[in-house]
């Protein structure tokens, strides 16, 4: 489902803009895009000078979530670093 753009501005606010940057100097910030959405979190491409990112960020109201995505953001390091196929 597409991210309507008043909601995209929504969640991509300045702070936001500025942390990405700190953490990815090269981020193409006035390119990125919305990848989709779901009952929690939104997924926006963003392109950089060392490949795409995809950047997920909780929708608004979705506070219930945020357990669900610090506990991906220590799950997704260990899934990388074993040899699975993704397709």
């Given at each position: 489902?597409?991210?309507?753009?008043?909601?995209?501005?929504?969640?991509?606010?300045?702070?936001?803009?500025?942390?990405?940057?700190?953490?990815?100097?090269?981020?193409?910030?006035?390119a990125?895009?919305p990848?989709?959405?779901?009952?929690?979190?939104?997924?926006?491409?963003?392109?950089?000078?060392?490949?795409?990112?995809?950047?997920?960020?909780?929708?608004?109201?979705?506070?219930?979530?945020?357990?669900?995505?610090?506990?991906?953001?220590?799950?997704?390091?260990?899934?990388?670093?074993?040899?699975?196929?993704?397709?």
């Amino acid at each position: 489902m597409p991210l309507p753009t008043s909601d995209t501005a929504a969640l991509l606010t300045p702070s936001v803009r500025a942390r990405l940057v700190e953490a990815l100097p090269g981020a193409r910030i006035r390119a990125i895009r919305p990848l989709g959405q779901g009952w929690g979190a939104a997924a926006f491409r963003v392109p950089s000078e060392d490949g795409t990112w995809v950047l997920r960020l909780p929708r608004p109201r979705s506070y219930w979530a945020m357990p669900d995505l610090e506990r991906e953001v220590r799950l997704l390091p260990l899934i990388e670093a074993r040899p699975l196929a993704i397709a």
